[in-house]
């Protein structure tokens, strides 16, 4: 019998495809209810507000998770160094904004505006996937620092 001589590999410092899916799971169901052409409101402190169902079957704000999440991938785009146009992303921002404030006026959502916010989160996630891990941490760490002192200083 031969000995083999056991090399060490580099580290790989990319998510794992269990990290990826954990990463965006929020934002795919999110996605999904707005994808049934259905809203869901709820009263979240004190205001009726845009949610969506979470895999747990708890109800966040919409607006603030995609709010979160696009201001998360802007801080990712200056770290990194990438290009990534998330303009679709902001229209739903936009429409959820005005489905809040005047329900009985705003536009609806159409399966086009979440069709082209959605292949954006599929441009996010081939992305993501090319990333190192602890780097993206670290830069969403900053992010929820920074969303932490704007709701205080609010």
Not at 64 to 81: D, I, L, P
Not at 97 to 112: F, G, K, M, S
Request: charged share 30%; proline share 3%; aromatic share 10%.
């Amino acid at each position: 019998m031969t000995k083999r001589k056991i090399t060490k590999r580099k580290k790989n410092n990319f998510p794992t495809l269990i990290e990826s899916r954990h990463a965006f799971e929020m934002i795919d169901q999110l996605m999904l209810d707005l994808a049934t052409g259905e809203v869901n409101f709820a009263e979240v402190d004190g205001f009726e507000q845009v949610v969506f169902r979470t895999t747990e079957g708890d109800y966040l704000p919409s607006l603030m998770a995609m709010r979160g999440w696009v201001s998360c991938w802007e801080r990712f785009k200056s770290g990194f160094g990438f290009q990534l146009n998330q303009k679709p992303l902001e229209i739903l921002i936009e429409q959820l904004e005005a489905l809040e404030d005047d329900y009985a006026n705003a536009q609806p959502i159409t399966p086009w505006q979440v069709h082209n916010a959605q292949h954006v989160i599929d441009n996010q996630r081939a992305i993501y996937r090319r990333l190192d891990v602890y780097q993206v941490r670290e830069y969403s760490r900053q992010e929820i620092e920074a969303i932490r002192l704007e709701d205080e200083a609010a």
